[in-house]
C-alpha cells in the first residue's frame, strides 16, 4: 500500500517534472520567436508560387491595350496642344524650363538626377510619366488626386517653372492664344453640372494630426530639437508640428485666369495619358502566358527573368506592393528608409515637412483647390472627363482620408516599377543611385526610419548573389520603349 505521504511526494515529483518541462518548452519557444523568427504571427511569403498562382498574378500584370485617338478628334487635339505646352520653355519665370527639362522623352520622361533641377532645386526625385493614366494618386505623397490636378502643382513651383497664376495664363494667351480658342473658346467656361456632386469647402484643420504625427517622431535628437525649438518660441509642441504640416499658402485668383490654367493642365494631362510604355520583355512574355493556357511557364520565358519573377513574386514579396499593370498599388508605405547627409542638414520643420511623406500628402490634396471635390476642374473640362474625375478611386478615397493614421507618418507612394533601369537615381529623394542599392535595402532593412514605423510585412530576404542578380534581371525586363499613341 502507498501511503499518503509517500503518494503526495510522488505527486509532487510529478508536478515537478511538469513544470520544469514547462519552462523547458517556454524557454525554447521564447528562444524560436526571439533567434528564429518561428511562431511569428505574420504569415510567411511563399518561396515560390505554382504556375497556377502566376499566372493569376500575371493576369493582373498586364496593360490594357490603348489605342490612338481618332485623327483630329477632340481628344485628339487636345492632346496635340497638351503636347505643345509640355515641350514649351516659355512657360516659366526664366524662359528656359519646360515639363521636359526634368521628364525627358530619351529618358523615359526622367532626368538622370537624385532630385528634379527647374529654376530652382527641388527636394525629390522625378518619377516618370509612363503609363500615367493608371495612376490614382500623383506625386510622391499622393498630394495630387488627378494627372491634370498634379500639373499645375509644377507651373506654379517657384522651384519648378516659377510662375504665378496670372502670369502663366497671361502667356497661355499669347503664346498659345488661337490653339486655346480653338477648343476651348468661351463656351468652356462654367459648364457643366453633375449629379449628385456637390463642390466641397476645402479642408484645412491641421492640429489633430499634428498631435499624432508628434507621438511617431522617431529619432531622440529631433525630438529634443522640436522641444526647444517650442519651449524657445513659448508654444505647444504640436502647434510646431502643424506649422510644418500646413498646407501650402493659397492666394486667390481671379476665376477667368484659374479657368484658363485649369484647361491648359487638362490639355497636358490628356497628352500624358498617351505616354505608353508596353513592348517589355515582360509583355512579350504575358503575352506568349495568355496565348499558351496550358505550357509551363519555363517554356515561354527567358531563364534568369522568370527566376527573378518567382523572387519578386514569391520569397522577395514584392508583389505585395508593387502590383497590377503599373506594378504599384497606387497606394502608400513606410519602407524604412533612413536619414540622409542631406536630412541631417535640414532645420527640424523642414525636416518634418520633407519626411512625414503621406500625412502631409493627405493635408495638401484635401486642402488643393484643384483637387476633384472642389469642383475647378470639373467646371473647366468636357463633362465626361469630370464625371470620371469624380468617380474615380482617389476622389472616393479622399472621402475616408484620414490623416491621423500614423501609418501614413513617413510613407511615400509605391513607384511605377515599369522602365525602372532606365529611370534612376532611385526612391523619392534619389538617394540610391542604382537598382543594387535599392535591392541592397530591401535585402537587409539596415536603417532606422528617419520618422514613423517601418511597415510590418517588409523583414530583412537574405537573398544570395544569384537571387539577387535574378531579381534585377526581372526589372531590367520591364523596359520598354516609349511610344507616343497620340499621334497615329
Ligand atoms: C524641375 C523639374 C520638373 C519640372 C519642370 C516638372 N516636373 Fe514633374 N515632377 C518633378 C518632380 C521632382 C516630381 C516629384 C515631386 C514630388 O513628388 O514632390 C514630379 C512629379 C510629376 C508627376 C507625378 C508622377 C507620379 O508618379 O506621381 C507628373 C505626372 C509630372 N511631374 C508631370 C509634369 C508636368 C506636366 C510638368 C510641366 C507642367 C512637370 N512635371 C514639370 C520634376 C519636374
Ligand atoms: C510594403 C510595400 C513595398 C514592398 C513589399 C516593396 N516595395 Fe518597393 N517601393 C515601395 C515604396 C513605397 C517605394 C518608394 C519609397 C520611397 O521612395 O520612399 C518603393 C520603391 C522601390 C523602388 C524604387 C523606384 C523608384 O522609381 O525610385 C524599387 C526599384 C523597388 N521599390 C523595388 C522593390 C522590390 C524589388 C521589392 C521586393 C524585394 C520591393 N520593392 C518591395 C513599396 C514596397
Known amino acids: 500500500m502507498i501511503n499518503l505521504r509517500e503518494a503526495l511526494r510522488n505527486i509532487k515529483s510529478i508536478r515537478g517534472g511538469m513544470l520544469r518541462l514547462v519552462l523547458i518548452a517556454g524557454a525554447a519557444a521564447l528562444f524560436l520567436i526571439t ?14 508560387l505554382t504556375d497556377k498562382e502566376l499566372r493569376v498574378t500575371l493576369g493582373a500584370m ?46 523615359s520622361f526622367t532626368d538622370g538626377l537624385p532630385t528634379g533641377r527647374g529654376v530652382g532645386i527641388t527636394n525629390r526625385n522625378t518619377p516618370t510619366i509612363i ?24 507651373l506654379e513651383n517657384p522651384n519648378e517653372h516659377g510662375l504665378t497664376r496670372i502670369s502663366l495664363a497671361v502667356a497661355i494667351e499669347k503664346f498659345h492664344g488661337a490653339s486655346y480658342g480653338a477648343l476651348f473658346g468661351e463656351a468652356a467656361v462654367g459648364q457643366p453640372n453633375i449629379d449628385g456632386f456637390t463642390p466641397q469647402k476645402p479642408n484645412t484643420n491641421t ?15 529631433r525630438l529634443t530639437s522640436l522641444l526647444k525649438l517650442a519651449s524657445n518660441q513659448s508654444i505647444q ?80 514579396n514584392c508583389v505585395l506592393c508593387h502590383r497590377g499593370a503599373s506594378l504599384s498599388d497606387q497606394q502608400f508605405h513606410n519602407i524604412g528608409l533612413g536619414d540622409t547627409a542631406r536630412l541631417e542638414e535640414l532645420p527640424v520643420k523642414a525636416w518634418l515637412a520633407d519626411v512625414v511623406g503621406r500625412t502631409k500628402g493627405q ?29 474615380s478611386e482617389s476622389c472616393r478615397e479622399q472621402e475616408f482620408a484620414d490623416p491621423d493614421n500614423l501609418e501614413t507618418v513617413g510613407a511615400f507612394k509605391t513607384p511605377t516599377l515599369r522602365n525602372i533601369a532606365v529611370t ?23 536603417t532606422t526610419p528617419a520618422i514613423g514605423h517601418r511597415e510590418e510585412s517588409l523583414r530583412p530576404l537574405n537573398l544570395s548573389a544569384q537571387e539577387k542578380s535574378d531579381l534585377k534581371a526581372f526589372l531590367e525586363s520591364l523596359t520598354s520603349p516609349v511610344r507616343d499613341l497620340s499621334e497615329n
Request: charge should be neutral; charged fraction near 20%; hydrophobic fraction near 45%.
Open 131 to 154: 503609363n500615367s493614366g493608371l495612376g490614382h494618386w500623383f506625386f510622391w505623397d499622393g498630394r495630387a488626386d488627378s494627372l491634370a490636378a498634379q500639373a499645375l502643382g509644377p
Open 363 to 391: 493635408i495638401e490634396v484635401l486642402a488643393s483647390e484643384f483637387n476633384c471635390r472642389a469642383g475647378i476642374l470639373e467646371k473647366a473640362g468636357p463633362a465626361a472627363a469630370a464625371a470620371a474625375r469624380i468617380h
Open 62 to 107: 498586364a496593360l490594357a491595350d490603348i489605342s490612338s485617338p481618332p485623327a483630329n478628334s477632340r481628344d485628339q487635339r487636345l492632346a496635340a496642344f497638351g503636347k505643345k505646352l509640355f515641350f514649351d520653355t516659355r512657360l516659366s519665370s526664366n524662359g528656359q524650363v519646360a515639363c521636359a527639362t526634368c521628364h525627358i522623352p530619351e529618358k
Open 207 to 221: 492640429n489633430v494630426m499634428a498631435g499624432y504625427t508628434l507621438a511617431s517622431i522617431g529619432p531622440y535628437k
Open 237 to 316: 509642441p504640436s502647434a510646431l508640428v502643424a506649422q510644418a504640416l500646413q498646407p501650402e499658402q493659397r492666394i486667390l485668383h481671379p476665376e477667368s485666369a484659374t479657368i484658363v490654367v485649369a484647361n491648359a493642365a487638362l490639355a497636358i494631362a490628356a497628352w500624358e495619358k498617351f505616354q505608353i510604355a508596353n513592348q517589355s520583355p515582360f509583355d512579350g512574355f504575358m503575352k506568349k502566358v495568355r496565348a499558351n493556357p496550358d505550357r509551363p511557364l519555363a517554356e515561354l520565358a527567358d531563364g534568369t527573368a522568370l527566376a527573378g519573377l518567382r523572387i519578386f513574386t514569391g520569397k522577395g
Open 424 to 446: 534612376g537615381p532611385y526612391f523619392h529623394d534619389g538617394r540610391a543611385a542604382s537598382l543594387d542599392d535599392v535591392l541592397d535595402h530591401y535585402d537587409h532593412l539596415k
Open 35 to 48: 533567434r528564429m523568427g518561428i511562431l511569428d504571427p505574420r504569415p510567411a511569403p511563399r518561396e515560390s
